[in-house]
C-alpha cells in the first residue's frame, strides 16, 4: 500500500516563518442540547451556556480590539437565531464568521441528506442575522465524514478545519470531484474545551485546569509551532475563555504571539487564500479497509 502525505505549506507572506488563527467556537446553548436530552429545561446549565454570548463574547471583543487581532467565529445557526445582535456585534467589529453547524449537530453516524440540511440551515441563519456567506466551516464536535468535503466543495465552501493530520494547511481532494478544499488543521491540545469544560452530565471530569497551567501549556505550544514553521490554530468557545481569569491568560498568549514579529496572525479564511496561492498537490485521504481474515484485521493494498 503506497503511503502519500499531504503537501503542506510551508510558505509563509514574507517575513513569517509560521502562521497562527485566533478561533471561537460560539456553541453557547447548542452544543449541550444535542448533546444531553431534555437539557433546555436545566435553567443553570443554560446559564452556564449563555454566558458565553452574553457575556464572554463582549469581553473577548475588547481583547481582541485591544491586541489589534482579527478573528474567526465558528457560529451555530441556532446561535445565530437565538444571539442576532450578538453575531452582528461581531461582524461590525471586522471578524470573520464561519459555519458551525445549525444545532451544534454530530455529524458521526448520520445519513447524507441529514448533514446536507445541517449545511443548509445554517447557511440559511447566518445569512439571515449576518448577511454572510461563510467561506469556512469547522464540524460540530470536530468529527468530520468523507463525504463532507464534497458536500462543503458543493456550497462553494474555501476551507474546512476540523482535521487532525498535521501541523500545517494543505489542500484535501473532494471525493467524485476535480477539485479540493483548504483543510486547516486543529488540535485537541489547542482548545480550551479540555482545560475547562465542565457541565455535571454532560461534559467532563469535573477536573478545571488552572489558567495559569493552561496559558503555560499554550506558550510552549505556541514556540514549538513557530520553530516548526506551521499553524498554529488556536480554539476558545466564549462561555469557557470568556470568564475573567482564563480571557487574561488568553490575551497573554495572543500577545506573545504578536510580540514574535514573525508569526503572521491572521483569519481562517486569510490563511486558507494564502494556502490556494501556493497550488499545493490535492491530498486524498482514504478510510481504512479492513478484511478480517483469519481473525484479524488485513489492509487492503
Same mark, same amino acid.
Given at each position: ?5 499531504? +503537501?503542506?505549506?510551508? @510558505? ?8 497562527? &488563527? *485566533? ?7 447548542? !452544543? ?24 464572554? $463574547? ?12 482579527? &478573528? ?7 446561535? !445565530?437565531?437565538? %444571539? ?17 453547524? /445549525? ?14 440540511? %445541517? ?5 440559511? !441563519?447566518?445569512?439571515?442575522? !449576518? ?5 469556512? /466551516? ?7 465524514? /468523507? ?14 478545519? #476540523? ?6 494547511? %494543505? ?6 470531484? #476535480? ?16 482545560? %475547562?469544560? /465542565?457541565?455535571?452530565?454532560? *461534559?467532563?471530569?469535573? @477536573? ?24 498554529? $490554530?488556536?480554539? &476558545?468557545?466564549? *462561555? ?36 490556494? &496561492?501556493?497550488?499545493? +498537490? ?20
Amino acid at each position: 500500500m503506497t503511503e502519500i502525505s499531504p +503537501q503542506f505549506c510551508a @510558505v509563509w507572506p514574507e517575513g513569517f516563518r509560521a502562521a497562527a &488563527s *485566533f478561533t471561537f467556537d460560539l456553541d453557547a446553548e447548542a !452544543a449541550v442540547l444535542t448533546a444531553v436530552s431534555g437539557s433546555a429545561s436545566r435553567m443553570s446549565v443554560m446559564s452556564h451556556q449563555e454566558y458565553g454570548p452574553l457575556v464572554g $463574547v463582549p469581553r473577548l471583543l475588547r481583547l481582541l480590539s485591544r491586541l489589534g487581532i482579527q &478573528s474567526t467565529f465558528f457560529v451555530p445557526g441556532y446561535t !445565530a437565531h437565538r %444571539y442576532p445582535n450578538v453575531v452582528r456585534s461581531i461582524v461590525a467589529e471586522g471578524h470573520e464568521i464561519a459555519h458551525h453547524g /445549525y444545532l451544534h449537530e454530530p455529524l458521526g453516524g448520520v445519513d447524507e441528506a441529514s448533514e446536507i440540511e %445541517y449545511l443548509e440551515r445554517g447557511l440559511n !441563519a447566518l445569512a439571515e442575522v !449576518a448577511g454572510v456567506r461563510p467561506l469556512g /466551516y469547522r464540524a460540530p464536535m470536530w468529527e468530520l465524514n /468523507y463525504r463532507s468535503p464534497r458536500l462543503l466543495h458543493d456550497r462553494d465552501f474555501l476551507y474546512d478545519s #476540523s482535521l487532525m493530520n498535521g501541523d500545517a494547511p %494543505y489542500e484535501l481532494s473532494v471525493e467524485g470531484r #476535480s477539485a479540493s478544499i483548504v483543510e486547516i488543521p486543529i488540535n485537541w491540545g489547542f482548545d480550551d474545551w479540555e482545560q %475547562y469544560c /465542565y457541565i455535571p452530565d454532560a *461534559f467532563g471530569s469535573g @477536573v478545571i485546569e488552572s489558567p495559569a497551567k493552561t496559558e503555560e501549556m499554550w506558550l510552549l505550544d505556541l514556540a514549538a509551532m513557530r520553530e516548526e514553521g506551521g499553524c498554529f $490554530v488556536h480554539t &476558545s468557545h466564549p *462561555f469557557l475563555s470568556g470568564r475573567p481569569a482564563r480571557a487574561a491568560a488568553l490575551g497573554r498568549v495572543m500577545a506573545e504571539t504578536i510580540a514574535t514579529g514573525d508569526v503572521w496572525v491572521a483569519t481562517m479564511s486569510e490563511i486558507a487564500l494564502h494556502v490556494r &496561492s501556493q497550488q499545493l +498537490q490535492p491530498y486524498e485521504m482514504q478510510p481504512p479497509l479492513l478484511d478480517f481474515r483469519g481473525g484479524r484485521p488485513v489492509t487492503d493494498s
